[in-house]
C-alpha cells in the first residue's frame, strides 16, 4: 500500500517557476517506481514524467524535456517536481503515482500502469 499526497501548485506566471511534492506513506514506496500526469478537464491523463525506485532512470515527456527535472528523496519519502520556464499550456491538476511492480520500459508512461494516485494539486500559469 502506498498513500500519496500532492502539494505545490497554484498560480504562477509564464516562464516563472513551481516545485510540487508528493509525500507517500507506507512500506511499498521504496520498491516503487514513481510518476507524474497531469490532466485538463475534459481530456485525458497525459504523462509528464517518470522515476525509478533509486531514482537512476528518469523519463520525460517531450512537452517538458529540459524545463522539468522529477528527483525523489527516500530519506523523506518524497518525489519532487520542479518545473521551470513555465508556460500556459502545463496548466492543469497534477498527479503524483506509484507502481511497486517496477520499471517496464513499454508501459511506464501509461497512467493505467500505476495503482497508486494522490489527489490531485492545481497548476495554473497565466499568459
Do not use: H
Request: charged share 15%; proline share 2%; net charge positive.
Amino acid at each position: 500500500q502506498v498513500q500519496l499526497v500532492e502539494s505545490g501548485g497554484g498560480l504562477v506566471q509564464a516562464g516563472g517557476s513551481l516545485r510540487l511534492s508528493c509525500a507517500a506513506s507506507g512500506a511499498a514506496f521504496s520498491t516503487s517506481v514513481m510518476g507524474w500526469f497531469r490532466q485538463v478537464a475534459g481530456e485525458e491523463r497525459e504523462f509528464v514524467v517518470f522515476i525509478g525506485m533509486s531514482g537512476g532512470i528518469t523519463k520525460y515527456a517531450d512537452s517538458v524535456m529540459g524545463r522539468f527535472t522529477i528527483s525523489r528523496d527516500t530519506a523523506r519519502n518524497t518525489v519532487y517536481l520542479q518545473m521551470n520556464s513555465l508556460k500556459a499550456e502545463d496548466t492543469a491538476v497534477y498527479y503524483c503515482a506509484a507502481d511497486p511492480r517496477g520499471y517496464s520500459r513499454y508501459t511506464y508512461s501509461s497512467p493505467q500502469r500505476y495503482g497508486y494516485w494522490g489527489q490531485g494539486t492545481q497548476v495554473t500559469v497565466s499568459s
